[in-house]
Antibody, heavy 123, light 107 residues
Framework: QVQLVESGGGVVQPGRSLRLSCAAS????????IHWVRQAPGKGLEWVAV????????YYPDSVKGRFTISRDNSKNTLYLQMNSLRAEDAAVYYC????????????????WGQGTLVTVSS | DIQMTQSPSAVSASVGDRVTITCRAS??????LAWFQQKPGKVPKRLIY???SLQSGVPSRFSGSGSGTEFTLTISSLQPEDFATYYC?????????FGQGTRLEIK
């Protein structure tokens, strides 16, 4: 079955960097776009980034654009999120989630989610 | 960006009640809308996709409808396990945007 396991979360000071990873199994990773979605403590869901199945396209909301970079290594079935210039408002649980449909270059919704990794931004 | 507005933000209901949650998009999104359920401390779970298609394994008391800018999620007869927070998500254009959530509480 689909399994997505996030790692790399932790406590980081404002202005510093952190890289999250998401290890995938149970499906053909290279066929699916993958998202990052975050949830601040006690708050709602916020979409953070997506990378298409082939890595050719990446999209971000304005809140993280220019600071966060999504990437993937299809040979390792792994997704990454490089987070730079972290702010207090970036503190959240970060989930990776796969597209519902394979091979799409148009927007698709995340259907299967990992358990998340917690990022705390504090001095 | 497309704004997704859910109403109500919270609702109290009893087991057996029928509940409807509404999600409005700031511009037309066709049927590119999904509904998610999230229980405290748990991962969001997709219930409905393409506005009205039921995810496999989801009980038939859940249904979705709508197109364009107005969408609804209906639970026909609430069960104890349905008390959770529900989110809509548009995936018509980037950035994807969620509604702010509707907390369904036990009366």
């Amino acid at each position: 079955q689909v399994q997505l396991v996030e790692s790399g979360g932790g406590v980081v000071q404002p202005g510093r960097s952190l890289r999250l990873s998401c290890a995938a199994s149970g499906f053909t990773f290279s066929n699916y776009g993958i998202h990052w979605v975050r949830q601040a403590p006690g708050k709602g869901l916020e979409w953070v980034a997506v990378i298409t199945y082939d890595g050719s396209n990446k999209y971000y909301p304005d809140s993280v654009k220019g600071r966060f970079t999504i990437s993937r290594d299809n040979s390792k079935n792994t997704l990454y999120l490089q987070m730079n210039s972290l702010r207090a408002e970036d503190a959240a649980v970060y989930y990776c989630a796969k597209d519902a449909l394979p091979g799409t270059l148009t927007p698709d919704e995340p259907s299967d989610w990992g358990q998340g990794t917690l990022v705390t931004v504090s001095s | 960006d497309i704004q997704m507005t859910q109403s109500p933000s919270a609702v109290s209901a009893s087991v057996g009640d029928r509940v409807t949650i509404t999600c409005r998009a700031s511009q037309g999104i066709s049927n590119y809308l999904a509904w998610f359920q999230q229980k405290p401390g748990k991962v969001p779970k997709r219930l409905i996709y393409a506005a009205s298609s039921l995810q496999s394994g989801v009980p038939s008391r859940f249904s979705g409808s709508g197109s364009g800018t107005e969408f609804t999620l209906t639970i026909s007869s609430l069960q104890p396990e349905d008390f959770a927070t529900y989110y809509c998500l548009q995936h018509n254009i980037y950035p994807l945007t969620f509604g702010q959530g509707t907390r369904l509480e036990i009366k």
